[in-house]
C-alpha cells in the first residue's frame, strides 16, 4: 500500500504558526498517489491532535486549508499514532521548530518509537539547537566563526560580565540564548547599559548565553541534502529589513529579501557550498539543513552563523527556494526528503 506520510506540526514554541502554514503547504504539495497524509497537530500545550478537519479538507483540496490545520480533531496518543494500526511502512515529517521540535526531542521518542524520520537524529539536532555547542564542535572541526564567548548563569555578576564582554569583543555585540531560534531573545547591544539589558532579557528565555562580537557582513545560506554524502545548493542571500534579520522581519513584516543565487565570486560561491557540507558532517546531521554564513568582504571572508536542522519550509523559504533554483521542485524535495529517512532507517536498522 502507499507509504503513511505524518507530517507533524504546531508545537509549544515561538513558531506554532509558521508551523501550520508549512505544513499546509507540504500537504497540500506532497503527491498523493505516493502518500497516505496523516496530519497531526500538536497544540501548544503539548496535546497530539490527529487533524481530521485538515484531512478533510485535503481531500477536496480546498484552498482554505492553512485555517483548517489549527491543530483541531481526535486527541490521540503519540507513539500509538505514529506506528498506526496496520503494519503499513510510516516516514515522519517532522515540522516543528524550536525548543521541543527541533532539539532532538521528538526526535528521541521517534528513535524509540523505530520509526524512520526526515531530517536529523537526537545527537545533531540538539546540538545545532545549542548555538554555543554548535560553535564548539565547529570550531574543533576548523571551520571559520567569529569571536564568541558563553556564560552560563549563576557563574558571575552580571557588572562583571559586561565588562568581561567589552574587554574580550569590544562594542557592538549580539547576546542570544544558547537554545532558540526565530531571532527570539536576541539583542544587538551598542554599548555597556543596552548590554546588561540584552543579558537580562536574554537570560529570561535560557540560562546559557552566547555573545558574540558583531560582524559587519552579508548574510549568506546554503542548504544542504543527503545523508553521508551531502550535496550542497546554489548559495543564497538574506537582505534583513532592519538593523538585523529579526522576529519581525522573519514573519511579521516580511520585509527581508531573498537572493537568489547570491551575487558571490565563483570560488567564494564554491568555498561556501564546500564549508556547508563540511559543516553538516560535522555536526553529524541527516535528510537536510540550513547552514548560515556571514560573509565578511575584504576581511576573514567566511564565518559559519549557525545550522538550523528544521529551516523554515514553505514554498517561500530559503530552503526550498535554493533547491528550486538548483534544480529541485518543491514536491521532488519532499519525496527525496522521504527517501533519505527511509534509507538512514535501514542502514541503521
Ligand atoms: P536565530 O537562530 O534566532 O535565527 P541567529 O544567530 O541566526 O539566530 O541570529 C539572528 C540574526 O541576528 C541573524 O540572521 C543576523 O541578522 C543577526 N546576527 C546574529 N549574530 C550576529 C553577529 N555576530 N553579527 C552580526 N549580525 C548577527
Ligand atoms: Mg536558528
Ligand atoms: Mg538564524
Ligand atoms: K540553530
Known amino acids: 500500500g502507499r507509504l503513511r506520510l505524518l507530517v507533524l506540526f504546531g508545537g509549544a514554541s515561538a513558531e506554532h504558526d509558521v508551523s501550520c502554514v508549512t505544513a499546509a503547504h507540504v500537504l497540500a504539495a506532497a503527491d ?29 483540496a480546498t484552498p482554505a486549508l492553512p485555517d483548517a490545520l489549527e491543530p483541531a480533531g481526535t486527541e490521540v496518543e503519540p507513539l500509538l499514532e505514529i506506528a498506526g494500526t ?14 521541543h521540535g527541533e532539539d532532538g526531542t521528538v526526535q528521541g521518542m521517534l528513535e524509540l518509537a523505530g520509526v524512520p524520520y526526515v531530517g536529523s537524529g537526537v545527537l545533531s539536532s540538539a546540538l545545532c539547537m545549542d548555538k554555543a555547542m554548535t560553535k564548539v564542535v565547529a570550531a574543533q572541526a576548523r571551520i571559520p566563526q567569529c ?8 557563574t558571575g ?25 526565530s531571532s527570539v531573545g536576541i539583542s544587538k547591544a551598542h554599548d555597556a547599559a543596552e548590554l546588561a539589558e540584552a543579558i ?40 534583513p529589513g532592519s538593523d538585523f534579520y529579526d522576529y519581525a522581519d522573519k514573519y511579521v513584516n516580511g520585509a527581508a529579501a531573498l537572493v537568489i543565487p547570491a551575487d558571490l565570486p565563483p570560488e ?11 559543516t553538516f558532517s560535522t555536526l553529524r546531521c541527516s535528510g537536510m539543513a540550513r547552514v548560515d554564513f556571514f560573509y565578511e568582504e575584504g576581511g576573514r571572508g567566511w564565518l559559519l552563523n549557525e545550522v538550523n536542522t528544521i ?9 526550498p527556494k ?24 535501514e542502514i541503521r536498522s
Do not use: C
Not at 214 to 239: F, K
Not at 268 to 278: G, H, Q, Y
Not at 325 to 339: H, K, M, N, T, W
Open 32 to 60: 498523493r498517489t505516493k502518500y497516505d497524509l496523516i496530519p497531526v497537530g500538536i497544540t501548544r500545550d503539548g496535546t497530539w491532535i490527529r487533524n481530521d478537519k485538515a484531512i478533510a479538507a485535503l481531500a477536496e
Open 86 to 99: 496496520d503494519n503499513r511502512p510510516t516516514v515522519v515529517l517532522p515540522l516543528l521548530h524550536g525548543p
Open 147 to 154: 569571536r564568541w564567548i558563553e556564560f552560563r548563569a549563576g
Open 157 to 181: 555578576e552580571r557588572a562583571q560580565l559586561v565588562e568581561r564582554t567589552i574587554a574580550e569583543l569590544g562594542l557592538p555585540v549580539f547576546v542570544k540564548p544558547a537554545n532558540l531560534g
Open 200 to 239: 537580562d532579557l536574554a537570560l529570561r528565555y535560557d540560562e546559557v548565553l552566547v555573545i558574540e562580537e558583531a560582524v559587519t557582513a552579508r548574510e549568506i545560506e546554503v542548504a544542504v541534502l543527503g545523508n553521508l554524502t551531502p550535496e550542497a545548493s546554489v548559495a543564497g542571500e538574506i537582505r
Open 268 to 278: 567564494d560561491s564554491d568555498r561556501v557550498r564546500e564549508l556547508a557540507a563540511a
Open 311 to 319: 529551516p523554515g519550509f514553505t514554498p517561500a523559504s530559503m530552503y
Open 322 to 345: 535554493l533547491w528550486e533554483a538548483s534544480g529541485l521542485s518543491y514536491p521532488a524535495l519532499i519525496d527525496r526528503l522521504v527517501e533519505l529517512a527511509s534509507q538512514r532507517h
